[in-house]
């Protein structure tokens, strides 16, 4: 065994969650799991291993993947890892009822079959807190409509990396709005070739530019949400 081998279990609570942002960003999906295991062992709720250690841990993954420091592959890596947290804690967390922040829809457009973009959204809203029901790939409108009426969520993402199926995304929201469905949800747009003009443009709520602002956004429409039923 290598003499500069961590060893979880002797880590304090504080340095273990610290070396579980350490493991988030290099990817290794065993520590995470250990470590997950290990604060559950100490009395962790799984909630609070949810919010501090994983996503916490992803945030900081977000942020350099947005400043160019990680790539996809890397970030992927992460997501993996946190993935293999999320198993662990998925069950213990509906058990617990922990506060569920609202539900998103999300699915990549017709004839686009990028889905590295979505899958990291999905999996960060889902570290946020959100229940999320992925389309896939290749989705034309009526995937997305059979979606929301099935589902009811708050909100539907719609994703698009290539230039030539950015339009679609007008289609589907056009649609909505021929059906009087679009006040109904909270519709966010994203992919690389997007911008802030384009969203306005296809008439989503807005464009996020990553998946770290993916959550933020959607955190912040759910806010006010909860506002106007407040105030209501």
């Not at 993954?61 to 592959?73: A, H, N, S």
């Not at 993996?80 to 198993?87: E, R, S």
């Not at 911008?195 to 998946?211: I, L, P, S, T």
């Amino acid at each position: 065994m290598a003499d500069d081998e961590i060893i979880l279990e002797d880590l304090s609570d504080e340095e273990l969650v610290q070396q579980m942002h350490d493991d988030l960003y290099d990817g290794l999906k065993e520590e995470i799991e250990d470590g997950t295991r290990i604060l559950l062992k100490r009395g962790w709720t799984p909630y609070d291993i949810l919010t501090q250690a994983l996503v916490e841990g992803m945030r900081i993954v977000g942020i350099d993947f947005r400043d160019g420091i990680l790539f996809v592959p890397e970030v992927l890596l992460s997501a993996n890892a946190m993935k293999a947290g999320m198993t662990i804690l998925r069950p213990l967390l509906a058990e617990t009822g922990a506060p569920k922040l609202g539900k998103m829809v999300i699915g990549t457009v017709k004839g686009d079959i990028h889905d590295i973009g979505k899958n990291l959204v999905g999996m960060m809203m889902e570290g946020a807190g959100f229940d999320v029901v992925d389309l896939g790939i290749n989705n034309p409108v009526e995937n997305y409509l059979e979606a929301l009426e099935r589902e009811q969520p708050d909100i539907l993402g719609m994703s698009a990396l290539l230039t030539t199926t950015m339009p679609y995304m007008k289609v589907v929201i056009d649609t909505m709005k021929e059906k009087g469905l679009r006040d109904d949800y909270v519709v966010l747009v994203g992919g690389a070739p997007l911008n802030e003009e384009f969203g306005k443009a296809v008439g989503a709520d807005a464009y996020c530019r990553d998946a770290a602002v993916a959550v933020e956004t959607a955190k912040d429409y759910m806010r006010r949400k909860h506002n106007q039923l407040a105030a209501g």
